[in-house]
């Protein structure tokens, strides 16, 4: 079954280092989403891309973060500049069509120190 | 008007009884509600969605009923069983370039066996 997977796993970066953070959408998949889920606490939509640009941001995603799709396959998120309170689980998810199913990774968990 | 509350915060239930999770939201521009379960460690999964020209709908021991008038949705799972136990998230989205997922705050199930 194919399964969007993320890299690293877990990332341990000190404060004020750039992070990037790796996804391999599905395919055939044309809508990529980074979430972001603080532990504990519920999955906060950050960036939504499509059609290689940003479609919508939410206001957690300020300036020192970026994404990219370098090569048709992967889908990045950076970071540029990392704070204490980006320590989270980050999850890439891509779709098909806009009102579909979004697949989720595994999700890479952050710790900024 | 972007939120989706989400109760109880935490269930234990009994293997075999019935558990339920209950979603409201405000914006009525909300279209499309999936459940996603999730795992310790693991990326959201869909569990089960619903759209809201219907009331109810059923998979295996997952049922999502939709009152579109009272804008509330709830998950009901029968015969709860010990593998059960995860986290629950409610969710909401609407049609148009993004369809960003509003996940709700989670409910930790635990099925006791």
């Known amino acids: 079954e194919p399964e969007v997977t993320q890299t690293p796993s877990h990332q341990v970066t000190q404060m004020g280092q750039e992070v990037i953070l790796r996804c391999v959408p599905i395919?055939?998949?044309?809508?990529f989403y980074w979430y972001r889920q603080i532990l504990g606490q519920k999955v906060e939509f950050l960036v939504s891309?499509?059609?290689?640009?940003?479609?919508?941001k939410s206001e957690i995603f300020d300036d020192q973060f970026s994404v990219e799709r370098p090569d048709g396959s992967n889908f990045t998120l950076k970071i540029r500049s990392t704070k204490l309170e980006d320590s989270a689980m980050y999850f890439c998810?891509?779709?098909?069509?806009?009102?579909?199913?979004?697949?989720f990774g595994q999700g890479t968990r952050l710790t900024v120190v | 008007q972007q939120q989706v509350k989400q109760s109880p915060q935490s269930l234990i239930v009994q293997k075999g009884g019935i558990s339920i999770i209950n979603c409201a939201y405000e914006n009525t521009a909300f279209d499309y509600f999936p459940w996603y379960q999730q795992f310790p460690g693991k990326g959201p999964a869909l569990l089960i969605a619903?759209?809201?020209?219907?009331s109810e709908k059923k998979e295996g021991r997952f049922t999502i009923s939709f009152n579109k008038s009272a804008k509330q949705f709830s998950l009901h799972i029968m015969d709860s069983q010990p593998g059960d136990s995860a986290t629950y998230f409610c969710?909401?989205?609407?049609?148009?370039?993004?369809?960003?997922?509003?996940f709700g705050t989670g409910t930790l199930l635990a099925v006791q066996p």
């Open positions: 395919s055939n998949h044309l809508y």
């Open positions: 969710a909401a989205s609407h049609g148009g370039a993004t369809n960003k997922l509003i």
């Open positions: 998810a891509s779709k098909t069509q806009p009102n579909t199913e979004a697949f």
């Open positions: 619903i759209r809201p020209d219907v």
């Open positions: 891309f499509y059609n290689n640009e940003i479609s919508e």
